[in-house]
T-cell receptor, first 113, second 113 residues
Framework: DVKVTQSSRYLVKRTGEKVFLECVQD?????MFWYRQDPGLGLRLIYF???????EKGDIPEGYSVSREKKERFSLILESASTNQTSMYLC????????????FGDGTRLSIL | GNSVTQMEGPVTLSEEAFLTINCTYT??????LFWYVQYPGEGLQLLLK?????DKGSNKGFEATYRKETTSFHLEKGSVQVSDSAVYFC????????????FGQGTRLTINP
């Protein structure tokens, strides 16, 4: 069965820290995505990657970066965490084939104090 | 640009009631349309999809029809159960490719016994 695994369910960090969120998929998917979920705003795309070492900005990339050194792993990095980055972060992967859905991890609830 | 608008929530119904959650979209080209569901404490799961006009997606008693003339993809279920309590997201795939999704803001559904 399809599996997208996020390394932490809950994370608490301090303002100014560098924060890493990890995501691994076991489906050999080409595409991987990072979203943040906030009440009333739905899911907003931060970054996505369609191949190893390739990345593209989504709708809200400011304050974030990503890394994809291996096909199965996609990391989201908060360079200097701020309180407005407190949110639920969701990772997803997709085959890249048209009309196919994305598959999501369970999310990481990140609190920045 | 592409966008999705869902009906305002939260929605509260009694068990066995009829459910409709409205979803309309704006897109250039011919997107695929999806409904995702998020149960408490979990990530998003694909509920159903439709890839072209007049397609009907269905799963677990839920249905939605891709209406190009009204740019809508409303979610319906004839008789809801307590276990249907969740947040529902309507989404479209970017017709330009890369499997990117654009989400609505989500509708929280609570079913009372």
């Amino acid at each position: 069965d399809v599996k997208v695994t996020q390394s932490s369910r809950y994370l608490v960090k301090r303002t100014g820290e560098k924060v890493f969120l990890e995501c691994v998929q076991d489906m050999d998917h080409e595409n991987m995505f990072w979203y943040r979920q906030d009440p009333g705003l739905g899911l907003r795309l931060i970054y996505f990657s369609y191949d190893v070492k390739m990345k593209e900005k989504g709708d809200i990339p400011e304050g974030y970066s990503v890394s994809r050194e291996k096909k199965e792993r996609f990391s989201l990095i908060l360079e200097s965490a701020s309180t407005n980055q407190t949110s639920m972060y969701l990772c997803a992967s997709g085959s890249g084939k048209k009309n196919q859905p994305q598959h999501f991890g369970d999310g990481t609830r990140l609190s920045i104090l | 640009g592409n966008s999705v608008t869902q009906m305002e929530g939260p929605v509260t119904l009694s068990e066995e009631a009829f459910l409709t959650i409205n979803c309309t979209y704006t897109a250039t080209g011919y997107p695929s349309l999806f409904w995702y569901v998020q149960y408490p404490g979990e990530g998003l799961q694909l509920l159903l999809k439709a890839t072209k006009a007049d397609d009907k997606g269905s799963n677990k008693g839920f249905e939605a029809t891709y209406r190009k003339e009204t740019t809508s993809f409303h979610l319906e279920k004839g008789s809801v159960q307590v276990s249907d309590s969740a947040v529902y997201f309507c989404a479209l795939s970017d017709p330009q490719g890369a499997q990117k999704l654009v989400f609505g803001q989500g509708t929280r559904l609570t079913i009372n016994p």
